[in-house]
């Protein structure tokens, strides 16, 4: 599995109002200049709209794999142009390893920043009206393509064309890719489930999910949040 990767480019946002009639959002972004600080909430200048669903030590920064516009160049050729380093509201964008190469808990250093994958991304409407596609967000997380989210364990400041490094993985039989995809299954095995919900490593909101989705009669609603 790929260890490391070029960070491409740091993305700012502070929330607009963009739709009418709907909140507003931070989730177009701008390139920063860099060096750029980071603290334990992610990077400075970078603000969020809703605070009880975006941002916090958690989610301090969300990093998205260059790599994957392809997919969605693919996917959804009349809407090309967003599909492009930055398009989807990410922090990070990377080259060189995708979810599929990591594992939940993964530390990596990025000079003398430590970072930490904590969860995937949920997406929610907003990525729906962002990329002006009612399909997006439906289609981002079925296909596990998500990036992630990283926790601040060491703070500092990184740059466009830092190295990011995987520096420690307590969690090997944990891979990313599988458990985004765990994350959003209707049918997962619930003792797979109950695994996940125990994992400290794991952020704590999808902590509680994985508890939900080990009964087995639990069925979750993703409507209200797919589409608004």
């Not at 709209?49 to 693919?74: C, F, N, Q, R």
């Not at 996940?196 to 508890?211: C, D, G, H, K, V």
Request: aromatic share 8%; proline share 7%.
């Amino acid at each position: 599995m790929t260890q490391s990767a070029r960070i491409l480019n740091l993305y700012l946002g502070k929330p607009e109002h963009r739709w009418e009639g709907k909140a507003p959002s931070a989730i177009c972004k701008t390139s920063a200049t860099s060096p750029i600080e980071v603290t334990t909430t992610g990077l400075t200048g970078d603000q969020q709209a809703d605070l009880a669903v975006h941002g916090g030590p958690e989610k301090a920064l969300h990093i998205y794999p260059s790599e994957h516009y392809a997919h969605w160049k693919t996917a959804f050729p009349e809407k090309e142009a967003i599909y492009k380093p930055g398009g989807f509201g990410e922090n990070l964008s990377t080259e060189g390893f995708v979810e599929q190469d990591l594992c939940i808990g993964d530390i990596f250093a990025v000079g003398s920043v430590r970072l930490q994958i904590s969860q995937g991304r949920q997406p929610c409407w907003k990525l729906n009206l962002h990329a002006d596609n009612p399909a997006q967000a439906a289609a981002f997380q079925k296909s596990g393509r998500t990036g992630w989210y990283f926790r601040v364990l060491e703070t500092g400041s990184i740059s466009a064309g830092d190295t990011i490094e995987v520096v420690d993985r307590p969690c090997p039989d944990w891979n990313l890719h599988e458990v985004i995809l765990a994350r959003f299954n209707p049918r997962l095995a619930p003792d797979i489930a109950l695994a996940l919900a125990n994992l400290e490593e794991l952020a704590e909101p999808w902590r509680a999910s994985f508890a939900k989705k080990a009964n087995p009669g639990y069925a979750e609603d993703t409507s209200r949040r797919l589409k608004g």
